[in-house]
């Protein structure tokens, strides 16, 4: 199928264009080329020599010369040419890409910075828009601005519903836009844990092809799947008709203080991206690329993926002792499904209809921090029995303590 990317692209998106300046930028670094237009700051005046990152292997990255320099000046926009190529050669590997120039990629300010720019290229104030039910708080942020129809589809463990995408779809009143875009979080989905296999991420996509939607994948737990049977197709190793748009995170793996993520897809969207990047932070931190750069060509695809099987096993570990102490102190009184992904377990209080009172203000008083269920609900009236519990950081111990006090907090409210 041949898609006309100009009718998925927002008002606003259409208006945003190459910047002269950007653009100078890119084609400075070519040999030979002497440039008397881009307002560099001169190097020399910068007060770094060197830097040294020491790696927990006893390793270390020293960061000097003509590295030292492209981290402290202005970049590329679309990215690091050393640290964007390597990231391509990732993408080829884990999502079956191939050299056609059909695609490309940018890095950004951490995914949801690539996420917020992509929705203002596509999205119109007013449009519809496909999300899962729950979905990420920080999506809705991005999205209630923008005054869009949010059509949430129930989920169960494997994700969003197809049938119901699809009716919902078939049956969209004639009064409001059709919708655009799916946007959805197929692995450890935050909050509710559910990771697509296969089979339903085929379903979703060939609805999408059948009603011809936009896939944005939000995918920043992709690397921290830890069940028994990991999924290795993305919407993106399946698009076969160029409507898929995949955000990565370094965040999750690497550090969430680098804050770098990476966007995936056809080079007429991803373009538009970086024109709206061009604009507003201009490239993602040059030294954050520049380090990961040098780590990530330090150990190539073989040792990332050992290091990413660590982490894995960190937080299959981390699950595991959350799981006992579920089972240990709340026992009947709440309801969940074990993820098999990500940081999140989404759990409903039984006996509690409206969890926000209770978790905002007598959680807090017994020194618990949780997360309601209304936070991720795209009804921000609607109320809900369920929270979102994050077991990344908690050690068994603060585990253990902090659900022991949620059931005794449930249990004077169900008494009372």
Known sequence: MTIDYNKFISNRGKLKGPSAIREIIAISQQPGMI???????????????????????????????????????????????????????LQKVKHYLTDRESWNLIITTGSQDALSMAMEVLLNDGDSIITEEPTYSGTLSILRPLALNIIGIETDEYGMKPDQLEQRLSTHPSDKPFPKVIYLIPTGQNPGGSTMNDKRKEEIYAIASKFNLLILEDDPYFYLQYGEEKSKKSFLSMDVDRRVIRFDSLSKILSSGLRIG???????????????????????????????????????????????????????????????????????????NIPQAGMFFWMKLKGISDSKKLISQKALEKKVILLPGCAFLTNPSEISSHVRASFSIASSEQMNEALKRLSLLLKEEISN
């Open 35 to 89: 440039s008397l237009g881009g307002g560099l700051p001169n190097p020399s005046t910068f007060p770094f020599k060197s830097i040294k990152v020491e790696l927990k292997d006893s390793s270390s990255l020293t960061i000097e010369g003509q590295d030292l320099e492209l981290a402290l000046q202005y970049l590329p926009t679309y990215g690091l040419p050393k640290l964007s190529l390597w990231l391509k050669e």
């Open 262 to 336: 990476f966007a995936t897809g056809p080079q007429f969207l991803i373009e538009k991206i970086q024109y709206h990047q061009q604009s507003s932070t201009l490239h993602a931190s040059g030294m954050s690329q520049v380090i990961a750069q040098q780590l990530l060509t330090s150990w190539g695809i073989e040792n990332f993926d050992k290091h990413i099987e660590s982490v894995q096993q960190f937080y299959k570990e981390k699950r595991d002792q959350f799981v006992a102490a579920l089972l240990e102190h709340l026992g009947d009184l709440v309801e969940y």
